[in-house]
T-cell receptor, first 110, second 114 residues
Framework: GIQVEQSPPDLILQEGANSTLRCNFS?????LQWFHQNPWGQLINLFY???GTKQNGRLSATTVATERYSLLYISSSQTTDSGVYFCAVELMMGAQKLVFGQGTRLTINP | KAGVTQTPRYLIKTRGQQVTLSCSPI?????VSWYQQTPGQGLQFLFE???????NKGNFPGRFSGRQFSNSRSEMNVSTLELGDSALYLC?????????????FGQGTRLTVV
């Protein structure tokens, strides 16, 4: 089956720093989403980005579908950005069935 | 517009018992899928329902089952609970497969099996 790999697994930064999280996938996909899991476990939607670039405030994401990767950029990090970030892909021929990466745990220190 | 609602939020059960979890999707969404999250296996797809029909199933034993009602609400059932079933169970809804399939998740049900 499709492999989804996220890097780095852990990232520790000081408040104000910028970060780049990467998601590689091994097959063509119909959909790619980035999520932030809050301390209570809920997955918060960040981006729905099968291809191209999107920005939302301090966050932006780019997916290069032909090269099978996506990047999530966080600028001017705040302590509230801490948590686990997941990318998830939906196979080109599949229905609504997301395959998740193992996540990147981001810790922002004050 | 209300989000995805999962009940209950927390549950403690004994080995061998069964449990039913509920998920109400966003109004107008017809696809509901379920995921299990554990520290060891991460987030894994359980099954997906669309218009009361199971369309996809993940690699889980038959003890895990689900259904969807005509109002798109979904339930999942786990019978003969095992310690390894302790997990966060997340439900997601989306508008419809094949169109905009952006998934929105509920807050999850945290199941502890003792």
């Amino acid at each position: 089956g499709i492999q989804v790999e996220q890097s780095p697994p852990d990232l520790i930064l000081q408040e104000g720093a910028n970060s780049t999280l990467r998601c590689n996938f091994s097959d063509s996909v119909n959909n790619l989403q980035w999520f932030h899991q809050n301390p209570w476990g809920q997955l918060i939607n960040l981006f729905y980005i099968p291809s191209g670039t999107k920005q939302n405030g301090r966050l932006s994401a780019t997916t290069v579908a032909t090269e099978r990767y996506s990047l999530l950029y966080i600028s001017s990090s705040q302590t509230t950005d801490s948590g686990v970030y997941f990318c998830a892909v939906e196979l080109m021929m599949g229905a609504q069935k997301l395959v998740f990466g193992q996540g990147t745990r981001l810790t922002i220190n004050p | 517009k209300a989000g995805v609602t999962q009940t209950p939020r927390y549950l403690i059960k004994t080995r061998g018992q069964q449990v039913t979890l509920s998920c109400s999707p966003i109004s107008g969404h017809r696809s509901v899928s379920w995921y299990q999250q554990t520290p060891g296996q991460g987030l894994q797809f359980l099954f997906e329902y669309f218009s009361e029909t199971q369309r996809n199933k993940g690699n889980f034993p038959g003890r895990f089952s689900g259904r969807q009602f005509s109002n798109s609400r979904s339930e999942m059932n786990v019978s003969t609970l095992e310690l390894g079933d302790s997990a966060l169970y997340l439900c997601a809804s989306s508008l419809a497969a094949g169109l905009n399939t952006e998934a929105f998740f509920g807050q999850g049900t945290r199941l502890t099996v003792v």
